[in-house]
């Protein structure tokens, strides 16, 4: 089936750093969202890309969808305490008509040290 | 922004005790509502999806009459866990997601259910 590979799988940085993380898979996705879980909580959307090379921003965050749609990046900058958590990519499936299902990386968990 | 409310947050209860969660949309119509489970330090696992006024779609593997899934209003959906056992310990979220074409909308996550089987 479908799968999505998300790397770096944990990261642990100084604060203020720049952070980037990725996810790619064999398939063509037509959706790509990001989302940040904290613990014990659900995942809260950060960034959705719904076009092919689109380069979207959020504050600090900058994500953007592969030229290829089989990939998608997520970089934070000046990184801070609160930037703390598991983030997850999600790719919406083709084909899933109305549905919307989507696919999960396995996160990357970033730690920030003050 | 789009607000899911999931309840309860945590439930605690004896082995064969049927579970009920509810998770509900308090400011769009979610046409199309999603449960997942989550294992400690692991992705999301997509259980089911489900419909307003239609039966869940359920992922491989997921047994349909364990976890039985109602969407009888665009704002509600519950997931019931039926005879629960250890075993089905877990985090389990919801999402939702507005009408859309194609179903171009995000899902939006409820805050979760944390559920301990005695």
């Known amino acids: 089936g479908q799968q999505l590979n998300q790397s770096p799988q944990s990261m642990f940085i100084q604060e203020g750093e720049d952070v980037s993380m990725n996810c790619t898979s064999s398939?063509?996705?037509?959706?790509w969202l990001w989302y940040k879980q904290d613990p014990g909580e659900g995942p809260v959307l950060l960034i959705a890309?719904?076009?092919?090379?689109e380069l979207t921003s959020n504050g600090r965050l900058t994500a953007q969808f592969g030229i290829t749609r089989k990939d998608s990046f997520l970089n934070i900058s000046a990184s801070i305490p609160s930037d703390v958590g598991i983030y997850f990519c999600?790719?919406?499936?083709?084909?899933?008509?109305?549905?919307?299902?989507?696919?999960f990386g396995q996160g990357t968990t970033l730690q920030v040290k003050p | 922004g789009a607000v899911v409310s999931q309840h309860p947050s945590r439930v605690i209860c004896k082995s064969g005790t049927s579970v009920k969660i509810e998770c509900r949309s308090l400011d769009f119509q979610a046409t199309t509502m999603f449960w997942y489970r989550q294992f400690p330090k692991k992705s999301l696992m997509l259980m089911a999806t489900s419909n307003e006024g239609s039966k869940a779609t359920y992922e491989q593997g997921v047994e349909k009459d364990k976890f039985l899934i109602n969407h009888a209003s665009l704002t509600l959906s519950t997931l019931t866990v039926t005879s629960a056992h250890p075993e089905d310990s877990s985090f389990y979220i919801c999402?939702?997601?507005?009408?859309?074409?194609?179903?171009?909308?995000?899902?939006?996550f409820g805050d979760g259910t944390r559920l301990s089987i005695l």
């Open positions: 999402s939702a997601r507005g009408g859309g074409p194609g179903g171009s909308q995000p899902q939006h």
């Open positions: 398939s063509i996705f037509n959706t």
């Open positions: 890309l719904y076009k092919a090379g």
């Open positions: 999600a790719g919406r499936v083709i084909g899933s008509s109305n549905t919307g299902k989507l696919i």
